[in-house]
């Protein structure tokens, strides 16, 4: 197949070297990088609540207050006014959560599933990005198709003018036969002109898919489209539970899973132990205590029992069920839709397949077909009707022939995607 002459060298743009591109420039999988980062990061036993907590505290205060005590002995009486007073305390104190109903263990676990969870959701934003450049990138290899069969149908037309006018010259030919021959050039001229346009158009929608500027589209795709044709059902849909779609679902359901049993741990008492050390100093400058001070470790236990908020923790666990339900109903629906989409999807392919073959050959018919009316053109056994009906035949076989192509790929490519395969 014969190139766009464009008059530009243009730089050849390879497959991989698009999807790296667009793998590195993906808005969309940064965010879901960060997502999978952030749950790494809160996937920590302390944002659990499981490991102990310690603070320290410190207070001074200073006032002036009056003090006025009468005792037995009226000789002991005092009444002053603006006496300092000082409080000095300070102290440690470590907590940690004895029991809660295993409401702890139940956050460590829907922690770990939501890190699990992002993660897949990167791995879906990976795939979607790879097929949505592989489908533009073939997208552009067959409008560059489209216009290589206007350039091969020019040179035919240019040549059947030529001869027609060499014809004229030796006044064996007519102007009108002249007139239509270049009526023709210069209709595939445009036609030519109208799919460059395409070709730039389709060049633009890659770079978007790339996440890069349109600054320029002076690059080449590839020139034809290869399919692959031992693609095999069993083995697809043994993969396809491992879709990131489906394994998201899955894990959206065991995160639900462990909000229910954290909520249902509402209802259950929870006991704390604390222990430390405190300090406490108290001065007076006038009264009966002129200074106090005690200090020295502590330990205790704290039960909180839940007795009664209004039925709050009933309704939000039945709340956290129904959620936990909604998941699993639409798993159930992505699954449905997952495999039917599959099913579609394969049907296609293989019957895009078996007409490959058959328009192949269709091609290369229309091929012999118009090299040989060119032949008898030139013999003068051809009129300039039948050069033009062999030129449409090889057009429409050349179009049919790229089109098939690019649907069974379109169908590879999906299939790859729902099966987890792509970029593999």
Request: proline letters at 2%.
């Amino acid at each position: 197949m014969l190139t766009v002459a464009t008059g530009i060298c243009q730089q050849r743009l390879l497959l991989q070297d698009a999807i790296a591109k667009a793998l590195k420039n993906s808005l969309d999988i940064q965010l879901a990088n960060n997502n999978w980062q952030i749950a790494q990061i809160n996937n920590h036993p302390g944002f659990a609540g499981a490991l102990p907590t310690v603070t320290a505290g410190i207070t001074d205060n200073e006032q002036l207050s009056s003090t006025s005590q009468k005792f037995a002995n009226p000789n002991n009486n005092i009444d002053r006014s603006n006496v300092a007073v000082n409080n000095l305390s300070a102290n440690v104190t470590g907590s940690i959560v004895l029991f809660n109903g295993k409401r702890i263990v139940a956050t460590q676990q829907r922690l770990a599933a939501l890190q699990q969870l992002n993660k897949w959701q990167l791995n879906a934003q990976v795939q979607n990005c790879i097929a949505n450049v592989s489908v533009r990138y073939y997208d552009v290899a067959r409008q560059q198709w489209y216009a290589n069969t206007l350039v091969q149908s020019i040179a035919v037309a240019e040549q059947k003018l030529a001869l027609l006018t060499e014809r004229k010259a030796i006044g064996t030919a007519n102007n009108a036969d002249i007139f239509q021959a270049q009526l023709d050039v210069n209709a595939l001229q445009q036609q030519l002109q109208n799919q460059e346009l395409i070709i730039e158009q389709a060049k633009i929608e890659l770079q978007s898919a790339m996440y890069e500027t349109a600054n320029t589209t002076n690059f080449r795709v590839a020139d034809s489209i290869l399919v692959n044709t031992q693609l095999h059902r069993d083995s697809l849909l043994n993969t396809l539970l491992q879709n990131p779609q489906i394994a998201a679902a899955t894990e959206q359901i065991n995160v639900l899973g462990f909000i229910e049993k954290e909520t249902a741990a509402l209802r259950y008492p929870t006991i704390r132990a604390t222990t430390g050390y405190s300090f406490s100093n108290n001065k007076a400058a006038a009264g009966f205590n002129l200074l106090t001070q005690s200090y020295g470790p502590f330990i205790g236990i704290n039960v909180s029992v839940p007795i009664y908020a209004g039925n709050n923790a009933k309704k939000q666990l039945h709340i956290a069920e129904l959620n936990t339900q909604n998941a699993r109903l639409q798993k159930e629906n992505l699954l449905l839709n997952t495999h039917n989409s599959f099913s579609r999807n394969y049907i296609a392919y293989q019957s895009h397949l078996q007409q490959l073959a058959t328009q192949q050959k269709n091609y290369q018919l229309s091929l012999q077909l118009l090299q040989l009316v060119q032949q008898k053109f030139a013999l003068q056994q051809a009129t300039i009707i039948d050069v033009k009906q062999a030129q449409q035949s090889f057009e429409n076989e050349s179009y049919r022939l790229v089109n098939l192509r690019f649907a069974a790929k379109t169908a590879e490519i999906t299939l790859l995607q729902l099966s987890s395969k792509l970029g593999n």
